[in-house]
């Protein structure tokens, strides 16, 4: 087996891994972290596919903004149940930063390797295919109007977080 087989299965072994720690953490904070965890392993799989600008938007947007959304409305929802999020054992932090560690060296070998060509080898027409012009194209060509019902349901979303934490913070 060749480097780029074995990376590709160490990468699917922590999303998976990281995914199942997700579902089974008991406390809501970190669940969200192992699913940044995840989010970090799929912009590595998108970046040894040779798709760049979708790997950079999948820590922009998901690592980043979504992440920041979600623990919003967690501590917004678990105000009173601070005892919860306390660390009790501080074992844990080795073993996060051990997994950030291992997340470190994915990422950094998933830029090497669609630097420098040692990535999947793939058509020109596909490699075209993941630049921000075609996504561009397609998304307002091709998929203009579920684009748009996506933004009214988000802003409709966010409406409704408004609205019930006014009524939240006024009772």
């Given at each position: ?28 904070v970190k ?82 390797l ?28 091709d ?29």
């Amino acid at each position: 087996m060749n480097f780029e087989t074995i990376l590709f299965f160490l990468i699917a072994l922590s999303a998976i891994g990281s995914a199942l720690m997700m579902i089974t953490r008991p406390n809501p904070v970190k669940g969200v972290l192992f699913l940044i965890v995840n989010f970090f392993c799929l912009a590595v799989l998108y970046l040894m596919l040779q798709a760049q600008f979708i790997a950079v938007i999948q820590i922009l947007v998901y690592a980043g903004a979504i992440m920041v959304l979600f623990l919003f409305v967690i501590m917004l929802l678990n105000l009173e149940d601070e005892k919860m999020l306390q660390e009790r054992n501080n074992m844990k932090r080795y073993v996060a930063f051990a997994f950030a560690g291992g997340v470190l060296v994915e990422i950094i070998s998933g830029i090497v390797l669609s630097t420098t060509g040692g990535g999947a080898r793939i058509s020109p027409e596909m490699a075209r295919l993941g630049t921000v012009e075609s996504i561009g194209s397609a998304l307002f060509r091709d998929f203009l109007v579920p684009f748009e019902v996506t933004s009214l349901l988000l802003l409709a979303a966010l409406v409704g977080v408004i609205v019930l934490a006014k009524k939240k913070f006024q009772s």
